[in-house]
């Protein structure tokens, strides 16, 4: 394990279903808001499995949830709390929309129906919000939607550029759709088989949104130009297994990271591809890459049973030993989902409390410094965390035990950090401290949501 003093488990939240998926919105004023997906194969129950008594097997059924939380600013142990939940079929992947759709933040989810929904965000009662389905469009029969990619990842668009999403199934094939903002509504606009096994995963290049990217299980990184579909621009087999993460960067404009079933995350200047700029190893299959939202070099890493891992682009562009800079390992876990938090702190000025009452000398001088249980707690879904066992394990309030390792560091391990504020808008960034970072993972088997503070010294 690499940096693990500097990450600090804040919370960790049980999502009932087995979970894969997690997404912060991106949209300052709403940049509290976190989306988190669900996947549940559930078995008829009383069937036989090899479906004996029947002459045929009952087909197992695919379920989800949307969970939508906020996350509160207000010191509490518990920042994160449920807001909304909503069943639906068993969610792949899940996108927000870098701008508003019709004067709403939306987001985007691709399901095992084999659809991508789109579901708008509104304010509701009591200052809170809710995700109301408002488009959806089945890609393609008996298959399911694996990722989806909106062609807004880039600061900057311009007011003529359509709204597009990309999309990729079980069976292979892209998905190119446009969007009518007046409704908001999905459109289908081409589809083309790109890979011979699952499509895992398919991405814009933000940079020049006629051109996409995809990784499938037969191992092969593809680009394709959507003008011209019908063969791909090249083909990479740089990747020993399924690539299954890809992500441009909304910073670099040349530069792409792609992640594999072979523990590799790869660097890439799509200017010159007979080799890439980097070749990280890590500690588990990369499932999904998130390139920081506002620092260009950091990329953070879904390394399914090897927990999540952050990479420092310039240092592994220089081949430099320490381009990993935080390793974090889960055990008896499985990470599928993780990003980064669009919410940034600012420091105040040495005069200003961080928040009126939190005074540390209002506190015991015994106080524990280990998160503290919320009574009641925020949701019922929404388990803060109550003590350690002293061997790594968390344990719930309801007794439960998670294997996450909990780091104490912090005097009160509370949110936010003493001497700073949480800020939701861009005017406030140049007083932002970029060395403090939330970020989310999820982890799949033992269907825990986990909330982190990650400072980079």
Excluded at 132 to 142: D, G, I, M, T, Y
Excluded at 278 to 306: E, T
Aim: charged letters at 20%; aromatic letters at 8%.
């Amino acid at each position: 394990m690499t940096g693990e003093r500097e990450v600090q488990l804040l919370q960790a939240v049980d999502t009932e279903l087995t979970v894969d998926s997690v997404e912060w919105c991106p949209l300052a004023g709403c940049r509290h808001l976190l989306a988190c997906g669900t996947y549940q194969l559930w078995k008829p129950e009383g069937r036989p499995a090899d479906g004996s008594e029947l002459g045929v097997a009952e087909p197992p059924v695919r379920l989800g949830r949307l969970y939508l939380y906020s996350c509160n600013e207000d010191r509490s142990p518990c920042p994160l709390v449920e807001v909304q939940r909503r069943d639906t079929s068993a969610i792949l992947d899940m996108k927000w929309c870098h701008v508003p759709v019709a004067g709403h933040p939306v987001l985007g989810v691709a399901d095992a129906s084999g659809s991508i929904e789109l579901l708008r965000l509104v304010p509701s009662e009591q200052d809170t919000w809710t995700l109301q389905p408002c488009s959806r469009l089945a890609l393609e029969k008996q298959c399911l939607a694996l990722s989806l990619d909106w062609s807004t990842g880039k600061a900057g668009r311009a007011s003529d550029q359509p709204l597009k999403i990309i999309s990729s199934d079980s069976k292979g094939q892209l998905h190119l759709l446009k969007i009518s903002e007046a409704g908001p509504g999905l459109q289908a606009v081409v589809a083309w088989q790109a890979h011979q096994f699952e499509a895992w995963v398919a991405a814009f290049n933000y940079w020049q949104t006629e051109v996409v990217y995809s990784g499938g299980d037969d191992g092969l990184l593809k680009g394709w130009d959507t003008r011209m579909p019908d063969a791909a621009t090249f083909s990479s087999r740089r990747h020993s297994m399924g690539v299954c993460s890809v992500q441009s960067s909304p910073h670099r404009e040349h530069i792409l990271a792609t992640g594999s079933y072979d523990e590799h995350v790869l660097l890439w200047d799509m200017r010159s591809l007979r080799r890439p700029l980097a070749d990280v190893p890590v500690q588990g299959g990369v499932w999904r890459l998130k390139w920081h939202p506002f620092q260009r070099d950091l990329l953070l890493a879904a390394c399914m049973h090897g927990g999540f891992t952050i990479i420092n682009y310039q240092m592994a562009a220089e081949e430099e030993q320490d381009a990993v800079s935080l390793s974090y390992p889960l055990p008896n876990s499985l990470v599928y989902g993780i990003d980064w938090s669009w919410l940034h702190f600012c420091r105040l000025p040495q005069t200003q409390p961080s928040f009126p009452g939190s005074d540390r000398e209002a506190r015991t001088a015994n106080q524990d410094p280990i998160l503290k249980a919320a009574d009641p707690s925020p949701a019922p879904s929404s388990e803060c965390l109550a003590d350690s066992d002293g061997v790594g394990g968390t344990t719930h309030q309801n007794g439960s035990k998670l294997e996450a390792p909990l780091q104490t560091e912090d005097e009160d391990g509370q949110l936010p950090t003493p001497g700073v504020k949480i800020c939701d808008c861009d005017q406030d960034l140049e007083a932002a401290d970029f060395d403090i970072n939330l970020l989310a993972t999820c982890s799949f088997y033992n269907h825990v949501l986990h909330l982190w503070k990650w400072e980079n010294i």
